[in-house]
């Protein structure tokens, strides 16, 4: 019939392993079921100023528009090249954000660009100021920052 306690520690390891191969699989899958970004959610100070930059500046297209009388607030769902992106919502005077860049949070947003100096000059007819190019020292690609209408810092990376 077999020692009982060897049954017992038997019993124990499996269980252990069975454990181990859960907790092990429930971690590593979670990073296999990420598959993108799906959408950024920026709130704005002054909704139809937001709306213009996002819209006419960068070029967003408005997916869907909605105002949710009961929050006193508009929420707009914007896309680019035909992929939902940014959630821009109004509230009736919401807090600044710190101006400090690296206060805990999200810190900016970026966008990829084929052309930089391209973008930049866009931007600039625009009346959109932008900081000097920089180069990143780990990729050695070129990269810049401007800001919304809000003070979020938005970045423009040459790919």
Not at 28 to 56: G, N, P, W
């Given at each position: 019939?077999?020692?009982p306690?060897?049954?017992l ?20 899958s979670i990073m ?12 704005c100070?002054d909704y139809?100023?937001?709306k ?5 500046i960068?070029g967003?297209?408005?997916e869907?528009?909605?105002?949710r009388e009961?929050?006193?607030s ?6 680019l090249?035909?992929?939902y992106?940014?959630?821009l919502?109004?509230?009736p005077d919401?807090p600044?954000?710190?101006s400090?860049?690296?206060?805990t949070?999200l810190?900016?947003?970026?966008f990829q660009?084929d052309d ?8 600039r007819?625009?009346?959109i ?7 990143d020292?780990?990729?050695g ?7 919304d209408p809000d ?9």
């Amino acid at each position: 019939m077999g020692d009982p306690l060897l049954a017992l520690c038997k019993k124990d390891i499996y269980q252990d392993l069975e454990f181990t191969a859960y907790i092990w699989t429930s971690q590593s899958s979670i990073m296999q079921l990420l598959k993108a970004v799906h959408h950024i959610a920026i709130i704005c100070s002054d909704y139809d100023k937001s709306k213009r930059f996002y819209t006419e500046i960068l070029g967003f297209e408005i997916e869907r528009e909605v105002f949710r009388e009961e929050r006193s607030s508009y929420k707009l769902d914007l896309s680019l090249n035909g992929q939902y992106i940014i959630e821009l919502f109004s509230f009736p005077d919401p807090p600044k954000r710190p101006s400090r860049p690296e206060s805990t949070g999200l810190r900016h947003i970026a966008f990829q660009v084929d052309d930089i100096e391209l973008a930049i000059a866009q931007l600039r007819r625009k009346h959109i100021e932008t900081e000097a190019i920089r180069i990143d020292e780990f990729t050695g690609k070129k990269f810049t920052f401007f800001s919304d209408p809000d003070d979020l810092p938005i970045e423009l990376y040459e790919i």
